[in-house]
């Protein structure tokens, strides 16, 4: 079982940057892939960013990549979203994930992928 608790939500002018957190617990962290995702009002939950468990497989979508960096520390249990020059269509709920495997085959980009959700957090971005 892993429980995960994002943070680091906010309101942002447009060009800003935000850097969410998504802190981890109940199994190693090293163990586990982690995801983050967002949903906007009205439209599906859509994947943002990938991460395996040693951190040395990475992958974003088309609609974030250059624009985002997602990275985890093991000393504490934490992964992150950095989120550079942020537009108005980033505007959503964030949801971090965590996986109970990994087949370390491929980037893990659905959420049918994942397991364990957190609650989310609100990321406004005003133009």
């Known amino acids: 079982q892993v429980q995960v608790v994002e943070s680091g939500g906010g309101l942002v002018q447009a060009g800003g940057s935000l850097r969410l957190s998504c802190a981890a617990s109940g199994r190693t962290f090293s163990t586990y892939p982690m995801g983050w995702f967002r949903q906007a009002p009205g439209k599906e939950r859509e994947f943002v960013a990938f991460?395996?468990?040693?951190?040395?497989?990475?992958d974003y979508a088309d609609s974030v990549r250059g624009r985002v960096t997602i990275s985890r520390e093991y000393t504490r249990n934490t992964a992150y979203l950095q989120m550079d020059s942020l537009k108005p269509e980033d505007t959503a709920v964030y949801y971090c994930a965590a996986a109970n495997r990994y087949s370390g085959d491929y980037s893990y980009l659905t959420a049918r992928d994942y397991d364990y959700w957190g609650q989310g957090t609100q990321v406004t971005v005003s133009s």
């Open positions: 991460i395996s468990p040693s951190g040395g497989a990475i």
